[in-house]
């Protein structure tokens, strides 16, 4: 029998530890972490996401701000943005929402945002301190995989680690996470990708499988062993006609044939997903503290 890792469950919880800690500071007359977020255009998801941090910062008491700039923005107006909310001392973290238009250059935006302040963790400083087991923001999908599998307790220890995929926003950080030498961590990892041959060979000796390819059912029953762990990253919006929306969620991982066969899984929806935000807000109260940067 398995264990449902609930994210959204676990996620209200940080949630609820945060707001507390935030009212904590307040009644010693400090000031609330601030976030601040820039937007650029009227991309759909893009806004929506934005909304959602913003709901997030009010539900637990932070400040926040968005700033919100025409889609033909040029790139130095944008860089001045950052370098302004760079300087403000009100501003404990700040978040540029990506993918930005295509004649807008994003890793220049990502490196002019201070690292102390980029609690998103994309900066090279912060991707260089973490590889190296510095203290880093962490950035949030990476982040809040961690925190499930420490709440969970999920033994990691000398396990064989598989993640899918190598994206610099969740495969490769959180191969190097699990690889680090402390808990949760000390995993031998094997990081797979679209070039791997016979992936199978690797998911099936694996103790825990990190899947985060993006393609909707992917790792089956018959590729895993029993007792794995399944941390299911994918998110793939299916036509269904059997939703009101007409779309329906996928994750990376055929839960149906899986789930049998494990120790701990994530759903999708309400795994990793909702863990994302409260690790973003996890990020900007470290920030406000000065626990990473001191
Ligand atoms: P990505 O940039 O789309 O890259 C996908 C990775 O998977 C690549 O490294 C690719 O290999 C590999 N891959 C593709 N097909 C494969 C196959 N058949 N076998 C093995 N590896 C394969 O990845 P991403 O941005 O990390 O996103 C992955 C999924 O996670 C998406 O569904 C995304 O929506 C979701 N996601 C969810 C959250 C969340 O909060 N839950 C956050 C971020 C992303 P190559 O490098 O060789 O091309």
Redesign the pocket.
């Given at each position: 029998m398995y264990t449902l890792i609930d994210g959204k469950k676990t996620s209200a919880e940080i949630r609820e530890e945060i707001r507390r800690e935030v009212a904590e500071i307040r009644r010693q007359g400090g000031k609330a972490p601030h976030l601040a977020a820039i937007l650029v255009g009227h991309d759909g998801a893009s806004e929506t996401y934005v909304a959602a941090k913003e709901k997030a910062c009010r539900e637990v008491g932070f400040d926040s701000t968005v700033i919100r700039l025409e889609e033909d923005v040029t790139q130095e107006e944008l860089l001045d943005h950052v370098r302004h909310i760079n300087e403000d001392p009100a501003v404990d973290g700040l978040i540029v929402q990506l993918p930005l238009p295509a004649h807008l250059d994003e890793q220049q935006v990502i490196e002019t945002i201070r690292p102390e302040k980029d609690v998103d963790g994309f900066h090279p400083v912060n991707v260089g301190r973490m590889t190296i087991g510095l203290p880093a923001f962490i950035s949030?999908?990476p982040a809040?995989i961690l925190e499930l599998l420490r709440r969970y307790k999920v033994e990691t220890g000398g396990k064989h680690c598989v993640v899918?995929?190598?994206?610099?926003?969740?495969?490769k950080p959180v191969s190097i996470l699990l690889s680090r030498k402390e808990e949760p961590g000390n995993c031998t990892v094997t990081l797979?990708?679209?070039?791997?041959h016979d992936?199978t060979a690797f998911t099936r000796q694996a103790d825990i499988i990190i899947a985060?390819?993006?393609?909707a059912r992917?790792l089956t029953g018959e590729m895993v062993k029993e007792g794995v762990t399944v941390i299911d990253?994918?998110?793939?919006r299916v036509r269904s006609d059997k939703t009101r929306s007409g779309w329906k969620l996928y994750?990376?991982v055929d839960f149906e044939t899986v789930a049998p066969k494990s120790r701990f899984i994530t759903p999708?929806p309400g795994?990793?997903?909702p863990?994302?935000i409260v690790s973003l807000l996890r990020n900007t109260l470290l920030s406000a503290q000065k626990v990473i940067y001191p």
């Open positions: 949030a999908t809040g899918i995929g190598r994206s610099n926003i969740v495969g797979c990708h679209s070039r791997t992936l985060a390819l993006g393609k992917f990253v994918g998110i793939t994750g990376d999708v795994g990793v997903g863990m994302t």
